[in-house]
């Protein structure tokens, strides 16, 4: 049996019964107490841990390797799991033969304040906690949560180290099924924009790279997804899969030589790296690998965990950071119409896109690529258009600016440039095109987010991996990409309902997500076509609708021309009164893939969005998530007509009582949303 490190490198088997035979037998140590590879050791120690309800269990078997393993009501959701780390001038692993030096448990019950809250204000923080230390310098926490649980490396040592690659793997069940980011990069370069594909754990091999978060149901239909978060000074966390039902991790290396390449503004190539993944400092503690856990898709959409485990917010006057709409213009191309002058990037045409921000109360408006002298030339902005101007313009009429700004320019001079971005009276700065995720440019999300926040200026991270931490730490770190989102209209036909379905599932998981809905041009599968400068959306207005209230993204992008807003002014208003942070979150029913029915508050009103994919749906909402009372719901639905032209909607008010079912019905590729107030 060949090791690796003396640890059993199941991705070496492909025979699934040996490995079966490997995790079974892991799992009998954690159970009884027995060794499993290795008579002569006697110092094999197994642990358990158990979420305050009673119904998660952790089970850590400390023998020649270290392992984890997670249960949910007796049902194995992670067989016993390899972890360790690699540092560099050691010689075992960490994680190899480990001593435990001592043990400590906590159970903390507590409620914390979300400062921009995407999903609850007030956030209950209810664990399990056990603590390793072990002879050698490091310690080893994990959590259990009634929804959850989670490990980390915690080092103790002395001066900088090396770590050479981490041990992360998740050894899933027979026949456990996923949501695959499909994804095609080399040395981990990607923007994270991706597709799903729904398939078997088996039909995964080791070229097939999946970034977090990752989406899972067990044979018995439990759900599990799997992501990081409290990522600092260190890699990203990628998976890779076998035919064996074993995910395992893999690290973009830290960079040591990278160029432009040739004949293009932002592009990278990457020279050479280092045989590392993070130097650091030697103590410290590592990120946090999670295990988010449900019973069904629409408790998924109320789970908290990755910004529960993130690092605390470390800006004091937090006053200042103001969550909301902007209406974004490269989507529809600044094709503005109906004036007296010639739409494009100048300042006529943003004066025009405040007064419809400012008309309808969007606290917004972005400046994207264009407005300076050259996409490396971000310090000056070209004489056609006077960012200076349009600040003082959008101030009197309570609507900032934000700025498009390309990640390579801007990482050469942080400060400098947003000192000139604080003296023009901006608000924000929307950054682009990282495209990697590697310890480097972890490091650069973090020096711009503490630089904007010492600016007061908001940050939206474009062509970005996903939120892992450092948007509760710098609350002004407001959004991220690293979706398939609606810009993508302009270009495919992936951006349909069913993908809509599957992105709270995924994506979403791990955070704000700048998917940028608010289409007025709508299409059915039959009527819709690609058309660059004058983009349409797959599916009806009422599912445009109903994003607003179903994607989580504190910066909230409008996509469409003022234009075409002013050719549907019922549709503007509601979707501007629908607000972009919630007190409160409440999933009522959902599948992957298919349908979808939530409920969130934002003070005293309450908002409903539903989804459906291409097939036509009746749905039920029950009202006994309000307080009792009457109430007004106003509501916008797919019209009559909407199966054969999108844009069809009604909008109506109604009278429920708390308590009360709702009917309603859903066009293919529809949606319904609703704003209910009480009299």
């Known amino acids: 049996m060949k090791l690796k490190n003396n640890f059993i490198n199941l991705n070496q088997f492909s025979n699934y019964k040996i490995k079966q035979f490997i995790i079974a037998m892991r799992r009998l140590y954690l159970l009884l107490g027995v060794l499993p590879f290795s008579v002569a050791s006697a110092l094999a120690a197994a642990y358990q841990l158990s979420s305050p309800d009673g119904n998660i269990a952790v089970n850590v078997d400390v023998a020649k390797s270290l392992t984890w393993s997670v249960e949910k009501g007796g049902e194995v959701l992670v067989e016993p799991s390899a972890i360790g780390l690699e540092i560099d001038g050691l010689k075992s692993q960490l994680g190899l033969n480990s001593k435990v030096t001592k043990v400590t448990r906590r159970s903390v019950d507590d409620l914390l304040t979300a400062v921009v809250p995407t999903k609850f204000k007030e956030v209950k923080d209810n664990y399990n906690e056990l603590s390793l230390k072990m002879a050698g310098g490091y310690s080893v926490q994990f959590r259990a949560y009634n929804n959850g649980a989670a490990y980390r490396f915690v080092l103790d040592r002395k001066g900088d180290v090396i770590v050479n690659n981490e041990i992360v793997e998740f050894n899933m069940p027979q026949n456990t099924m996923s949501y695959w980011p499909m994804d095609i990069y080399s040395n981990f370069v990607t923007p994270q924009e991706v597709s799903f594909e729904n398939r078997s754990l088996a039909s995964l091999n080791t070229m097939m790279k999946g970034f977090l978060p990752i989406y899972m149901t067990t044979p018995k239909g439990t759900r599990v997804v799997v992501t990081e978060t409290d990522v600092e000074d260190y890699s990203n966390l990628f998976l890779t899969g076998d035919s064996c039902y074993t995910l395992s991790g893999e690290f973009p290396q830290v960079i040591k030589d990278v160029r432009l390449k040739p004949g293009t503004d932002r592009t990278e190539e990457l020279l050479e790296l280092y045989p590392y993944i993070a130097k650091i400092k030697g103590k410290r503690s590592l990120p946090w690998r999670v295990v988010m856990v449900s019973d069904n898709d629409a408790a998924l959409l109320e789970n908290t965990l990755p910004w529960n485990l993130s690092s605390p917010s470390v800006i004091g006057d937090t006053s200042w950071i103001k969550p909301g709409k902007i209406s974004w213009d490269w989507w529809s191309m600044l094709n503005i119409y109906g004036v007296d002058f010639e739409s494009g990037v100048n300042t006529p045409t943003y004066k025009y896109i405040i007064d419809f921000a400012a008309d309808h109360g969007l606290e917004y408006i972005l400046l994207d690529e264009g407005w300076s002298k050259g996409t490396w030339d971000i310090k000056n902005y070209k004489p056609e258009v006077n960012v200076e101007e349009l600040v003082a313009y959008g101030k009197d009429k309570g ?26 009276g901006v608000k924000g700065i929307k950054i682009d095109f990282m495209n990697r995720s590697d310890q480097d440019m972890v490091n650069f999300y973090e020096n711009v987010g503490k630089a904007a926040a010492d600016r007061h200026l908001l940050v939206d991270f474009h062509g970005a991996y996903k939120p892992c931490g450092v948007q509760r730490k710098y609350p002004n770190v407001m959004t991220f990409e690293g979706v398939l989102g609606m810009e993508h209209d302009k270009d495919s036909r992936d951006i349909n309902p069913v993908h809509n379905l599957i992105l709270p599932f995924t994506r979403m998981m791990a955070g704000p997500m700048d998917y940028t809905p608010g289409a007025v041009n709508n299409a059915t599968q039959e009527d819709f076509a690609i058309n660059f400068n004058h983009p349409m959306s797959l599916g009806t207005r009422a599912q445009q609708a109903a994003l607003f209230v179903i994607y989580e993204s504190p910066l909230q992008m409008v996509a469409d021309s ?29 599948k992957i893939g298919e349908y979808l029915l939530m409920a969130r508050r934002n003070g005293d009103k309450w908002f409903v969005g539903a989804l459906t994919d291409w097939n036509p749906r009746d749905m039920q909402l029950k009202l006994d998530f309000l307080p009792e009372g009457e109430y007004t719901m106003t509501v916008f639905a797919d019209g009559v007509n909407a199966h054969k032209q999108a844009t069809d909607y009604k ?29």
């Open 651 to 679: 909008l109506y008010k109604q009278v429920v009582r708390a308590g009360e079912v709702v009917d309603f019905h859903m066009a293919p590729g529809g949606g319904y949303a609703a704003i209910i107030e009480k009299n």
């Open 562 to 590: 003022p234009s075409n807003f002013k050719l549907a002014p019922e549709y503007a208003d509601f979707i501007a009164a629908i607000p972009t942070v919630w007190d409160e979150t409440i999933g009522i029913d959902a």
């Open 399 to 424: 609507v900032g600016i934000v700025l498009w700004a390309l990640w390579n320019p801007l990482i050469l001079d942080i400060e400098g440039t947003l000192d000139i971005y604080e003296k023009w």
